[in-house]
C-alpha cells in the first residue's frame, strides 16, 4: 500500500540534544512538508520541499534543518537551538505541479516528541 | 496571501443532529479548500476539497461542504452526527502558485454526545 510512514511514533529526549525525525513516503510525491502541530494553534509550516537537493523555509523554520537527498525521504531535525522543540510533528506530501489535485496533502501519522 | 478562521473551537452535537462547522477564509486568488479530519495521535486524513468545480462538495462519511464565494465561506455539514465523528477538524486552503502551501485553521474540536 502507497503511503507515508514516519518513525518513531513516540521520541523522547533530552534538553540540548539533537534528534531527528523521519518520514518516508512511496506515492512518488516530488513535494514534502513537514509541519509542527500544538494544541490549540492548528498546523505550522516549518519546511517544505518541491524537489530533491531543494528545501524553503516556512513559518517556524527557526531551530530546525532537513535535507532532501532522495524522493522518498525527508528527515526532519529538531536542534538543540529549537526553544520548545515538545510537540507533535506531521510530515506530508503532494503530487505533481500544475494540476488542482497537486494542492490535496496526504499526511503521515506523525511523531510525538516530549523533550525534558 | 490567504487565511482560514474556524469559528468554535468546540462544537458539541448530540447523536443524530446536525453537524456544522464554521470556516471561513481570506485569499487574494481563487482558492482550493479542504477539510480534514484529525483522530487522537494521527495524522490528518482529507474529507473533502473544493477546486473549483461544483461548489457543493460531497466527502466521505456523509460530510459534505459548500463553497459561497460572497460569503467567504467553506462549512462543513452533515445531516447526522455519529458517535465515530467524534474528532478534530481542519478547513485549509491554498492561492495556488507553485509553493503549494497549504494555510490551516486552528481546527474545530468536535463532541458527539450519546
Known amino acids: 500500500d502507497g503511503g507515508i510512514t514516519q518513525s518513531p511514533k513516540y521520541l523522547f529526549r533530552k534538553e540540548g540534544q539533537n534528534v531527528t525525525l523521519s518520514c518516508e513516503q512511496n506515492?512518488?510525491?516530488?513535494?514534502m512538508y513537514w509541519y509542527r502541530q500544538d494544541p490549540g494553534q492548528g498546523l505550522r509550516l516549518i519546511y517544505y520541499?518541491?524537489?530533491?537537493?531543494?528545501?524553503q523555509k516556512g513559518d517556524i523554520a527557526e531551530g530546525y534543518s532537513v535535507s532532501r537527498e532522495k524522493k522518498e525521504s525527508f528527515p526532519l531535525t529538531v536542534t538543540s537551538a529549537q526553544k520548545n522543540p515538545t510537540a507533535f510533528y506531521l510530515c506530508?506530501?503532494?503530487?505533481?505541479?500544475?494540476?488542482?489535485?497537486?494542492?490535496?496533502?496526504?499526511f503521515g501519522p506523525g511523531t510525538r516528541l516530549t523533550v525534558t | 496571501a490567504q487565511s482560514v478562521t474556524q469559528l468554535g473551537s468546540h462544537v458539541s452535537v448530540s447523536e443524530g443532529a446536525l453537524v456544522l462547522l464554521r470556516c471561513n477564509y481570506s485569499?487574494?486568488?481563487?482558492?482550493?479548500l479542504f477539510w480534514y479530519v484529525q483522530y487522537p495521535n494521527q495524522g490528518l486524513q482529507l474529507l473533502l476539497k473544493?477546486?473549483?468545480?461544483?461548489?457543493l462538495v460531497k466527502g466521505i462519511n456523509g460530510f459534505e461542504a459548500e463553497f459561497k464565494k460572497s460569503e467567504t465561506s467553506f462549512h462543513l455539514t452533515k445531516p447526522s452526527a455519529h458517535m465515530s465523528d467524534a474528532a478534530e477538524y481542519f478547513c485549509?486552503?491554498?492561492?495556488?502558485?507553485?509553493?503549494?502551501?497549504?494555510?490551516f485553521g486552528s481546527g474545530t474540536q468536535l463532541t458527539v454526545l450519546p
Open positions: 506530508a506530501s503532494s503530487t505533481t505541479p500544475g494540476l488542482a489535485v497537486a494542492y490535496e496533502q496526504y
Open positions: 506515492l512518488n510525491h516530488d513535494a
Open positions: 520541499s518541491q524537489i530533491v537537493n531543494d528545501f
Open positions: 485569499s487574494s486568488v481563487p482558492p482550493y
Open positions: 473544493y477546486t473549483s468545480a461544483a461548489t
Open positions: 485549509a486552503v491554498t492561492g495556488g502558485g507553485s509553493a503549494r502551501q497549504l494555510t
